[in-house]
């Protein structure tokens, strides 16, 4: 399964956008999905996932009440709803896609597919 984010972009503090992460094959609608996240010289963190069926949605404390993740399995696409953007948001966004069951998919280790990354910079 190949993964393909877009949506990224420059915006100012406040602003929204919405990441799309699309799929390759149809199978990603049985996956559970997550994006990540990673600013200059820091670690990729977690940012929000959602089970394979749309039902459990996870976020980190830094966009809880601010992000919302979707999926759309018809369309093999998982979105990332950002909204108020801080300058601290700031990143490569990845999206990544995992095949098996386990785990609490706010690790990296918890994914075995990733995405190539799309830039958001926030400007203050």
């Known amino acids: 399964v190949q993964l393909q984010a877009s949506g990224g972009g420059l915006v100012q503090a406040g602003d929204s956008l919405r990441l799309s992460c699309a799929a390759s094959?149809?199978?990603?609608?049985?996956?559970?999905a997550g994006w990540f996240r990673q600013a200059p010289g820091k670690e990729r963190e977690f940012v929000s996932a959602?089970?394979?069926?749309?039902?459990?949605?996870y976020y980190a404390d830094s966009v809880k009440g601010r992000f919302t993740i979707s999926r759309d399995n018809a369309k093999n696409t998982v979105y990332l709803q950002m909204n108020s953007l801080k300058p601290e948001d700031t990143a490569v966004y990845y999206c990544?896609?995992?095949?098996?069951?386990?785990?609490?998919?706010?690790?990296?280790?918890?994914?075995?597919?990733w995405g190539q990354g799309t830039q958001v910079t926030v400007s203050s």
């Open positions: 990544a896609g995992r095949s098996f069951h386990g785990g609490t998919l706010r690790s990296i280790q918890d994914y075995d597919y």
């Open positions: 094959e149809r199978a990603f609608s049985n996956y559970a």
């Open positions: 959602i089970t394979w069926g749309g039902l459990g949605t």
